[in-house]
């Protein structure tokens, strides 16, 4: 028993030191960490408190309806803020800020679009905004061409002061 539980124990010895959290080696590079107290920056979000947030536009889907005629698509779009510019690390707004979109309607039966230029102040404190909704629609005919109607409406980003869409 005894032999048993001395064989199990030292085989688990790299197990347990492969779980050890690193040590700092003399001379390696490393990271910088945030200290609690001060908010001193950490590697990650370095370029976010050095210059500007990095934003994306995003666009989910929340309600589809479709069959052999009709097709309608709704999606609500989220202004969420990144600390870096992969958008990997998520980042609050530290202040207020003005964010700058467009609204766009394209009719696809017309080949025509109207665009619109808009703007709303995001609060401080939040990592993602709701900022508007969009719809596709479109009806078709009995040969699958567009019907009456076929139209989208979406939002994109547009340059603005205080955060950075730029990929």
């Known amino acids: 028993m005894k032999k048993t539980f001395l064989a199990a124990t030292l085989a688990l010895f790299p197990?347990?030191?492969a779980c050890q959290p690193e040590t700092d080696?003399?001379?390696?590079?490393?990271?910088?960490?945030t200290e609690p107290r001060t908010g001193t920056p950490t590697a990650e979000n370095r370029d976010a408190l050095a210059g500007v947030p990095f934003?994306?536009?995003?666009?989910?889907e929340t309600a589809r309806y479709e069959d052999t005629y009709y097709v309608h698509v709704e999606?609500?779009?989220?202004?969420?803020?990144?600390?870096?510019?992969?958008?990997?690390?998520p980042v609050n707004l530290s202040?207020?800020?003005?964010?700058?979109?467009?609204?766009?309607?394209?009719?696809y039966k017309y080949n025509q679009s109207m665009?619109?230029?808009?703007?709303?102040?995001?609060?401080a404190g939040g990592h993602s905004y709701y900022i508007g909704s969009g719809?596709?629609?479109?009806?078709y005919?009995?040969?699958?061409?567009?019907?009456?109607?076929?139209?989208?409406?979406?939002?994109?980003?547009?340059t603005g002061t205080g955060y950075d869409g730029s990929w």
């Open 15 to 17: 197990v347990l030191f």
């Open 25 to 33: 080696v003399p001379g390696a590079q490393q990271p910088e960490v």
């Open 55 to 60: 934003v994306t536009l995003e666009a989910i």
């Open 75 to 89: 999606t609500a779009y989220y202004a969420t803020f990144w600390a870096d510019r992969a958008r990997t690390i």
């Open 95 to 107: 202040s207020a800020l003005q964010l700058n979109y467009k609204s766009t309607f394209y009719n």
């Open 115 to 123: 665009n619109s230029n808009l703007s709303t102040t995001l609060q």
């Open 135 to 139: 719809v596709y629609e479109c009806d």
């Open 141 to 158: 005919d009995a040969n699958g061409n567009i019907d009456h109607r076929c139209d989208e409406t979406y939002l994109t980003l547009r």
